[in-house]
């Protein structure tokens, strides 16, 4: 086992509620076996700089309720380039980090995986609301991201209810469409846009003047932003043209990121961030820590980045074959069609539960 004196904690890229429930458990659980940690703020850049505090278990009290993170994040270039990990790799020797635990998205693990591969050991927690780590079934700040779209959806629906009103709400989820697609189920949408599945904007407005003969008064359409900017407000004249029916946008945009987490973010955070720790003090590293049917695992980030990359289209199997065994490509192959029939599945639900 290797000897672990004193690991670090960061957050990076954008922040997800439910983060503080990750560091807070790192924290407490790295000190009860005995581990020193050292806060890294501003995540990669602050790792660059040493802008490196230590924490104790009193620097984490009061945090589990708290959205954001309080160790702050922050977009890196600087690390990107071979001199400026050189640099993080020798901030880490001048603090005495033996390892860190890295929390956020692929960007994260992209750089886990390189500081890694220059004698740090790290392991990355999957932070971020999009729920776009393809190999976990829930990231962190995923379902606060979704009750928060929720609740605003159902206030808007009030309105759209009392002026007999169209809504076109575009909400986040530019590397996957879970949240518009689960969120559309929930809040009964008309309709739900995303980049996965096509989309007949004509069946659409039948739809609508069909439903409105039948006395409906509001309407909710969710669309996803991977649709593109100017996909939704173009949609929403193009609705009112069409159908008469007043109609109006709404970006929640960054709104959905904030906020207290809920249960299940903070109960996940907290074994998730339990796990990382437990794993990193065992002498393994390069992994992300997953939630796969119900249960707690870990993955080895560079299988993570690429069943990502496949899933995505980023990458076709024949991109894989130098990196991985044929054996590692079917069983990805397998994950990414598993996860296509099921956000098929979830959208045929929507059509014909919601009108």
Known sequence: MTKFKRIGVLTSGGDAPGMNDAVRAVVRAAIANGVEVMGIYRGYSGLIDGDIHQLD?????????????????????????????????????????DGIIAIGGDGTFRGATALTALGVPCI????????????????????????????????????????????????????ACDIALNTGIATGATAIVISEIPFS???????????RKLGKRNFIIIVSEAMGKE??????????????IETRFARLAHIVRGGNPTLADRVMATEMGVFAVDELLRGNSNLVICSRRGKVVATEIRYALALDDLYKGFKTREDLQAEFSEWEIERMEIEVEARHIYVKNLYNIAETVNI
Do not use: Q, W
């Not at 904007?201 to 439903?211: A, C, G, I």
């Open 57 to 97: 278990v009193h620097s984490v009290c009061n945090v589990i309720n708290r959205g954001g993170t309080i160790l702050y994040s922050d977009r890196c270039p600087a690390f990107m380039t071979e001199e400026g990990r050189l640099e993080a790799v020798e901030t880490c020797r001048r603090f005495g980090i």
């Open 124 to 175: 990355g927690l999957p932070g971020t609301i999009d729920n776009d780590i393809t190999s976990t079934d829930s990231t962190i700040g995923y379902d606060t991201a979704m009750n928060t779209v929720v609740e605003l959806v159902d206030k808007l629906r009030d309105t759209c209810e009392s002026h007999a009103r169209c809504n076109v709400v575009e909400v986040m989820g530019r590397g």
């Open 201 to 211: 904007e004509e069946e659409l407005f039948e739809k609508m003047k069909r439903s």
């Open 231 to 244: 996909y939704g407000p173009a949609l929403t004249k193009r609705i009112e043209a069409a159908t008469g």
